[in-house]
């Protein structure tokens, strides 16, 4: 460890913490209606799509009736670009001549990006055609941030709003979300991006004669435009196979940091859009202190095992002074590394600039932990906040039920129907986390795509289906998942993350916004101190983590153990 990566570490979350008011309080604006700079410009589109889709801005929607709008915009996502990857061979915009993707590898991508997971099981210049990867992939970047997004406006309503059946329009939020939120900040940041040498271009692959006079093919295309909303979008699928480690996605310190940045911006924001909606600003920040309290404690953990030699090499007599810097881009460092590692699986991203595969067992264990708590430190777009709203009830119950004081969240009472979508929300992630995993553990096909025994063996598969349940899309890269048996598992625990989890939480903010506030009383348990802030912490680790421990202690605690016994995987 050096004082240059604590200082970039620093440096980073100084930033993050600068731009999360003025983009929450941009988001506040767009969402309600209020004053914003690009409302004069942008209106007449805006309102033009609405009569194009026949829909009737001033008409809100149910709880019920918001979950079915995002279900069935979903679904048809999900048709289109399985339609699209199956017919791309004849399709234009195809200068490699590619053909259509199999029927178990477009089903697992289409439910893949219309989840906002990203997790792909291909090599992309391989695969995609430039049609596939702008009219098919990129939308659906930018669609599947949108509806996360929405879902958070929704569920903040429903704690913001007194005597209220409604939580807003689905096709409003996803309209204001993709046109005055997510596309300003792309055009710009894509332009930032070219600037800095990533390709925008419809160019056949280059073929270069290396030194030594082989031929090397050398991909190219609209990359730009993908890695910004694959970014911002918490979306994390990458243009090239090597993701954010590839020159052309990531090829200076500068994209590297604003590439992170833009990761957990809008997860940031959206806490102080909530306080701003639920008229109390310290309630927002309370969720941004628990966030930046794990986050930091996550970032230093991973930097502190990165750092140090590799235990398994030092078991073998191995002598190293650099720390790991095995599956690491010598030009980001150990400490660029570990924290693009927190960033992106806090933040249920999946683009990564190092292979975590390569990490050490203890650096590992700690991207699959931020997604084992349920991807609510910052998180996706959207996703993040309705997921820490949820535990903060949970919170709210136990302080309840531990000291005496009344359930209430933001003046609401917490109610038996209440704490029942709380925790059927809350048990949904681990159930299709471990069954899965148990399944792909102990039958021939999911074992067939091990490229590692033992615990490390093991890992691979309970990170692979942590990061497409919590949507996040990340992996350690040694397990073969493309085939008929892990595309379609993984597929299916990638919908359930993303829509088992969001009508129960539906149901909640529909519970919540029917009822009247109270005003605190000497039994209510605050809700934006220090007391408050630790509680919630304390509720987020000990349901991530104890629901987790016994998995995690079959794969890297014990793989770290045994390496300290100079024993590989």
């Known amino acids: 460890m050096t004082l240059a990566g604590w200082l970039q570490i620093a440096v980073f979350f100084l930033a993050l913490l600068l731009v999360t008011k003025p983009l929450g309080l941009y988001m506040t604006r767009v969402f309600t209606g209020g004053y914003h700079p690009l409302a004069r410009a942008l209106g007449p589109v805006e309102r033009g799509i609405y009569r194009l889709a026949g829909v009737d801005p001033a008409q809100e929607q149910s709880w019920l009736s918001y979950a079915v709008a995002v279900l069935l915009f979903s679904l048809v996502g999900?048709?289109?670009?399985?339609?699209?990857?199956?017919?791309?061979?004849?399709?234009?915009?195809?200068?490699?001549?590619?053909?259509?993707?199999?029927?178990?590898?477009?089903?697992?991508?289409?439910?893949?990006?219309?989840?906002?997971?990203?997790?792909?099981?291909?090599?992309?210049?391989?695969?995609?055609?430039?049609?596939?990867?702008?009219?098919?992939?990129?939308?659906?970047?930018?669609?599947?941030?949108?509806?996360?997004?929405?879902?958070?406006?929704?569920?903040?309503?429903?704690?913001?709003?007194?005597?209220?059946?409604?939580?807003?329009?689905?096709?409003?939020?996803?309209?204001?979300?993709?046109?005055?939120?997510?596309?300003?900040?792309?055009?710009?940041?894509?332009l930032v991006f070219i600037w800095q040498g990533v390709p925008q271009n419809l160019n056949t692959y280059t073929q270069a004669t290396t030194v030594e006079g082989a031929t090397q093919t050398i991909a190219q295309g609209p990359v730009a435009s993908q890695e910004v909303i694959k970014v911002l979008g918490t979306n994390g699928g990458g243009f090239f196979n090597a993701n954010s480690a590839h020159p052309f996605e990531n090829p200076t310190p500068l994209t590297n940091f604003l590439q992170m940045l833009a990761i957990l911006a809008i997860g940031a924001g959206l806490t102080y859009t909530f306080g701003a909606m639920v008229g109390d600003t310290k309630q927002g920040w309370a969720l941004f202190a628990v966030m930046s309290i794990i986050f930091l404690a996550g970032v230093a953990i991973t930097y502190w095992a990165e750092a140090r030699p590799n235990p398994a090499l030092s078991g073998l007599g191995i002598t190293q002074t650099a720390g790991n810097l095995v599956g690491k881009e010598s030009r980001f460092g150990v400490a660029g590394s570990s924290l693009f590692a927190i960033v992106t699986t806090a933040a249920s991203c999946g683009a990564v600039n190092?292979?975590?595969?390569?990490?050490?067992?203890?650096?590992?264990?700690?991207?699959?932990?931020?997604?084992?708590?349920?991807?609510?430190?910052?998180?996706?777009?959207?996703?993040?906040?309705?997921?820490?709203?949820?535990?903060?009830?949970?919170?709210?119950?136990?302080?309840?039920?531990?000291?005496?004081?009344?359930?209430?969240?933001?003046?609401?009472?917490?109610?038996?129907?209440?704490?029942?979508?709380?925790?059927?929300?809350?048990?949904?992630?681990?159930?299709?986390?471990?069954?899965?995993?148990?399944?792909?553990?102990?039958?021939?096909?999911?074992?067939?795509?091990?490229?590692?025994?033992?615990?490390?063996?093991?890992?691979?598969?309970?990170?692979?289906?942590?990061?497409?349940?919590?949507?996040?899309?990340?992996?350690?890269?040694?397990?073969?998942?493309?085939?008929?048996?892990?595309?379609?598992?993984?597929?299916?625990?990638?919908?359930?993350?993303?829509?088992?989890?969001?009508?129960?939480?539906?149901?909640?903010?529909?519970?919540?916004?029917?009822?009247?506030?109270?005003?605190?009383?000497?039994?209510?348990?605050?809700?934006?101190?220090?007391?408050?802030?630790?509680?919630?912490?304390?509720?987020?680790?000990?349901?991530?983590?104890?629901?987790?421990?016994?998995?995690?202690?079959?794969?890297?605690?014990?793989?770290?153990?045994?390496g300290t016994q100079g024993k590989l995987f």
């Not at 477009?106 to 439910?111: D, E, H, I, K």
């Not at 609510?376 to 919170?395: K, M």
């Not at 096909?445 to 996040?472: D, K, M």
């Open 78 to 190: 999900v048709l289109t670009l399985y339609g699209l990857q199956r017919i791309q061979g004849v399709l234009p915009l195809n200068p490699q001549h590619l053909d259509g993707v199999r029927p178990d590898l477009a089903f697992n991508t289409a439910v893949s990006f219309t989840t906002n997971t990203n997790w792909q099981s291909y090599v992309p210049e391989t695969t995609m055609t430039y049609l596939t990867q702008m009219a098919g992939l990129a939308v659906h970047n930018f669609l599947s941030a949108a509806t996360g997004i929405a879902l958070a406006l929704a569920v903040i309503r429903g704690f913001a709003r007194r005597r209220a059946r409604t939580v807003g329009n689905f096709w409003v939020d996803l309209t204001r979300a993709t046109l005055y939120v997510l596309l300003p900040i792309c055009i710009v940041l894509a």
């Open 354 to 562: 190092a292979m975590h595969d390569s990490f050490t067992a203890l650096g590992g264990m700690m991207p699959m932990i931020f997604m084992m708590l349920g991807e609510v430190i910052f998180g996706g777009a959207g996703s993040g906040l309705y997921g820490i709203i949820v535990l903060a009830v949970l919170a709210v119950f136990l302080a309840g039920l531990m000291v005496g004081r009344t359930p209430e969240y933001l003046g609401k009472k917490v109610e038996p129907f209440d704490m029942k979508m709380v925790a059927l929300a809350l048990l949904i992630f681990p159930a299709s986390v471990l069954i899965f995993t148990a399944i792909a553990s102990v039958t021939p096909v999911g074992q067939a795509g091990l490229n590692n025994a033992g615990p490390h063996g093991f890992s691979e598969i309970l990170y692979a289906y942590t990061s497409t349940t919590g949507n996040n899309g990340s992996a350690f890269a040694g397990l073969s998942s493309n085939t008929p048996f892990y595309n379609t598992t993984l597929a299916l625990a990638m919908l359930i993350g993303r829509f088992l989890f969001v009508i129960p939480v539906l149901a909640l903010a529909g519970s919540m916004g029917r009822k009247q506030a109270v005003a605190p009383g000497l039994g209510t348990f605050p809700t934006t101190g220090p007391i408050w802030v630790a509680l919630l912490v304390g509720v987020i680790l000990i349901f991530g983590i104890l629901t987790f421990f016994p998995a995690l202690a079959l794969g890297p605690i014990v793989e770290h153990y045994l």
